[in-house]
């Protein structure tokens, strides 16, 4: 649903339009009206996510208004009037604003390589933001400790994934290899939404495999601490979303740091990202693909 309301704004957005009926590059060295596509996408997006949501609750759509921040506008199209959520997202977002060259980041970029718009790029970010190994880890972590049912269950769960029988969630980092430096900020934000998170019984599941996985010899020695999702979920559902608009509204928060990514493209020298590939014949072990 969000790469097809983005598509939509896309295919009626003048500008866009004309960037791919242009030789001359519309946006490269031209920050002006990048910067001005920039804005737009990103008001783009905020309306996709809040009419995702409100189709999904069986809410009327309220059309944004000027004088409200990004934030303020996607709660307000959304119907929430909760000024504690605009609050609470207004310091969660600092930490998902940018975080280097993430898969999704690097998708944006290889699309606008070839000097897509920027709504495009977006939507490339959006695809692979979508898998359970990045964007879409934040949903999975939350289910998966429905899953577990109970902080009982804890232990065998454990057990399974240093198994390989199931994956664990909200643990291990591309980067990180200490505790997720963002959990801290989280914590004090969960403390701040005590009462509704305390009342939310999956967290004492979470907390138990915090535990048990933080003592384990086998994440010990391998470095896997805890991330963000793990307990960045809570503070989701404290506010009243369901877990299938996770990824949607965290991926909000990472469009503007994608974009400010996308902008420095514009003023440096053009190259089209094309990664070579080196061919390694098959063994006569190996299978060979059947067609």
Not at 2 to 26: C, E, N, T, W, Y
Not at 53 to 72: A, D, M, N, V
Request: hydrophobic share 45%.
């Amino acid at each position: 649903m969000l790469m097809a309301g983005l598509s939509a704004f896309a295919a009626s957005d003048d500008l866009v339009r004309a960037s791919h009926r242009q030789i001359k590059p519309m946006f490269h060295s031209n920050l002006p009206v990048a910067d001005e596509m920039i804005v737009r996408t990103i008001a783009y997006y905020a309306t996709t996510v809040a009419l995702i949501y409100c189709h999904k609750q069986g809410k009327k759509f309220t059309p944004p208004q000027p004088h409200r921040s990004l934030i303020g506008n996607l709660l307000w199209m959304m119907g929430i009037t909760d000024p504690r959520v605009e609050k609470c997202l207004d310091k969660l977002w600092i930490l998902y604003a940018d975080h280097e060259m993430t898969n999704s980041t690097a998708a944006l970029l290889h699309a606008g390589s070839s000097l897509a718009d920027p709504i495009s790029g977006i939507i490339a970010g959006i695809g692979s933001g979508m898998g359970p190994l990045h964007g879409g880890a934040i949903d999975l972590a939350y289910e998966m400790l429905e899953m577990i049912g109970s902080a009982e269950n804890v232990p065998e769960f454990i057990e399974g994934v240093k198994t390989s029988k199931t994956r664990l969630f909200g643990y291990g980092h591309r980067v990180y290899k200490t505790r997720d430096p963002r959990l801290s900020l989280i914590e004090e934000l969960m403390n701040e939404h005590k009462d509704a998170i305390d009342a939310n019984p999956i967290l004492r599941i979470a907390m138990a495999v915090d535990r048990q996985a933080n003592e384990d010899q086998y994440f010990v020695e391998r470095n896997v601490k805890a991330n963000a999702d793990l307990k960045g979920c809570f503070l989701y559902t404290a506010m009243g979303f369901e877990t299938n608009m996770f990824a949607a509204i965290v991926g909000l928060s990472r469009v503007p740091g994608g974009l400010a990514h996308w902008r420095e493209t514009q003023v440096a020298p053009i190259r089209l990202w094309r990664p070579q590939q080196v061919y390694v014949p098959f063994t006569e072990a190996e299978p060979k693909a059947k067609l």
